[in-house]
T-cell receptor, first 110, second 112 residues
């Protein structure tokens, strides 16, 4: 079953055009929600962990928020270097293995 | 994450050969996870290991695939008698024991 769904699959933004990425999850007893950034040919780079509804984390132009059913990754005034695929994941099963969404592919055009 | 080391970065194997992928976790991490990423698909869990133990191999194909994490040395993901469908990026992640996992740069396996 799908535990993590990300939308939109792909997004093209003009430089400076703020937007939000969505991650919906269906898992009982959330033990954290993780955002990663992945550049082509590279491994996922850890960005944020969110543990409880209402929590927010920020890093440069990125802000992650969490509700009981979804998380948003807000990109404020993006730059071309923010172009990447953003991955959302939640722990699944009894251990800490992660269930990933398919990602949001973001392209920021100068 | 530069702390998790995977090698080789690229591996080409002919059908029927064996592939060995290595992963050295971050210093202080004793939990290792292997994931596979196919084009247009998300990262899929394969196996979870701690030193000398396989904790969860529910994502591993039943045949041809095996993994180990010995007391000394890196974790190894071994694929015997590779087929074209095994071509993918294989990522290793390590963790200190909580759910925060840090990934290596991956091994891109191409089966020709």
């Amino acid at each position: 079953e799908d535990q993590v769904t990300q939308s939109p699959e792909a997004l093209r933004l003009q430089e400076g055009e703020s937007s939000s990425l969505n991650c919906s999850y269906t898992v009982s007893g959330l033990r954290g929600l993780f955002w990663y950034r992945q550049d082509p040919g590279k491994g996922p780079e850890f960005l944020f962990t969110l543990y409880s509804a209402g929590e927010e984390k920020e890093k440069e132009r990125l802000k992650a928020t969490l509700t009981k059913k979804e998380s948003f990754l807000h990109i404020t005034a993006p730059k071309p270097e923010d172009s990447a695929t953003y991955l959302c994941a939640v722990p699944a099963g009894g251990n800490n293995r992660l269930a990933f969404g398919k990602g949001n592919q973001v392209v920021v055009i100068p | 994450n530069a702390g998790v080391m995977q090698n080789p970065r690229h591996l080409v194997r002919r059908r029927g050969q064996e592939a060995r992928l290595r992963c050295s976790p971050m210093k202080g991490h004793s939990h290792v996870y292997w994931y596979r990423q196919l084009p247009e698909e998300g990262l899929k869990f394969m196996v979870y290991l701690q030193k000398e133990n396989i904790i969860d191999e529910s994502g591993m194909p039943k045949e041809r695939f095996s993994a180990e994490f010995p007391k000394e040395g890196p974790s190894i993901l071994r694929i015997q008698q590779v087929v074209r469908g095994d071509s993918a990026a294989y990522f290793c992640a390590s963790s200190p024991g909580n759910a925060e996992a840090f990934f290596g740069q991956g091994t891109r396996l191409t089966v020709v």
